[in-house]
């Protein structure tokens, strides 16, 4: 069940404690003076999507910790027969970084509701609805399905047409001041192996036509045709999010009564590859398998020999708090560059851009039922440009933006323009560190790995090396009256390298003047609250973070002590970080 919907007079930041309304944060140290993001944050009260995601209860907790907002609205779906409810207690409440929490912040600055981005108002009901759009004024767009093997259909449905119903809502929100949509910079993944920009490339097709097409089609024929309907895009999650970010160009704009044209108040925040915490809510924090942190693993525990990458090539790696930093900062942002009408008692009436847009596509849907040597690596790093803007030219950048309503602001939170690293160099790390601070998991002898462009190479390993050494251990298990599963596990680990291989093998720089920008706008006492500045990162001391998350929240174990392991291992660790 839904929570009562508050009233819709102000909410006080004041009933709760000093630590738990962003006021803490409001105490600078004399000589750097104070915040304007947390001040921002504890006027208005704040959707956000996605919460149950890795992302999202990062986000939660750092709004709730730093930020104080009079309220948290958090729009959950029920799943498997779990109330929305049921959800966030088990999905969110238990997770351990909320552990510190008591309980009156959960009752005083938290709504759940029942609502899901693929429904027209979120789903809402009447009386959350009311509620949300009277009090809200910012919303933080991070639900998406990451899968990269998604049905096509669920995909668009939550990755495209949730775009649109998100923005929708928005235009009715009358006290909206910013909306970010978290996005993924591997939208333009068709960019590969050269230079992107922050900014929507936009194609000449109809997104509506195209949702209107896929939806009409039976399931099957949808997954047999997705092939040739997404590409060149590698992935039914790039595909759908690049389409999603198209429909931000149709929907931002709007008429309300008396044929006022608005502009809704919007940014796009575009990580690249999330990775375990550099310090918020813990150092290394990770709570899923999705991505390298799984890679990682199997190859820690002896299970994953062989994987199909190239060494040489840049790898963009970003924190998952430098990621919710970025994003919170580029809300408040948001109210300094967008132009907006501001808040607003009138209920717009929806003008469509288009005669064939994603609403009218998804109704009418229903209605139917290869080695690259070590000069490619120099090549490509020399070609990498600071993305920080000169001096000079930072205060035309920022009257760019101020003046320019045809473009949508883009954050890049990325790495690869401004601090790379590469695979090789976490490839060794990770190696030398699991060597070093060997899992008791640990299947076999001391973890290696290698890194090959060749897909023969590398089936060819993987029977060797992966399957055969499972259907060993499957026999074990079947002679001492178990269940196999080690064949299967070599299987699904098959399928993670081989939906991951077109990262591995390719790479981009994502340009990130407007994140420099934005960084450079921010206070001294803020850049501490919320720090994404990826040119302070030191990969040697980030690897060991990562590491150490890894052992620690997806191995559920702590670390050894160095004296307990081969000196010639902790050399190899030090080697490791030497080369980096």
Known sequence: MDQPAPSHSPITPSTLPTEWDGLSALDPKPEIGPSVIVPFFRQHAVLLTGVTGYVGKVLLWKLLKTCGPRVVYVIIREKRNQSPQER???EVLKSPIFKEFPDYVWRERVRVV????IEKDLGLSAENKLAVTNEVGIILHGAATTKFNEHIKIALKINTVGVRNVLRLARECKQLVSLVHVSTAYVNYPAKNGEVQEAIYSKSYDVGSIVKRILQMDDNEAEAKTPSLITPYPNTYSYTKHLGENVLLQERRYSCDGGVVKTLPLCVVRPTIIVPAMKEPFPGWVDTMIGPAGLSVAGALGFLRFVRADPNYIVDFIPVDYVC???????????LTVPSSGPTGAVPSVVPHSTRDVESAEDESETTDENTTNSAESKTLTRLQSSRLSTDDKNAHHQLMLA????VPIYHIATSAINPTTWRSLNKFAAAYFRLYRSKHSMGPDPWNVMTTSKPVFETAHMLLHVFPASLMDAKLILSGKKAKMVKMSQRLYGAVDQLSPFTLNYWLFVAENTAQLWDELEERDRQLFPFDVSSIKWPAYYMTYCEGLR???LKEEHLP????KTNHAAS?????AAL
């Open 88 to 90: 966030f207690d088990k």
């Open 114 to 117: 029942h609502g899901d981005v």
């Open 325 to 335: 930093n970025a994003i919170l900062a580029s809300a408040w942002y948001n109210t």
């Open 404 to 407: 320019t309503t045809d473009v």
């Open 552 to 554: 620690r929240y997806l």
């Open 562 to 565: 160095l004296t307990a392991i």
């Open 573 to 577: 660790l030090t080697n490791a970080a």
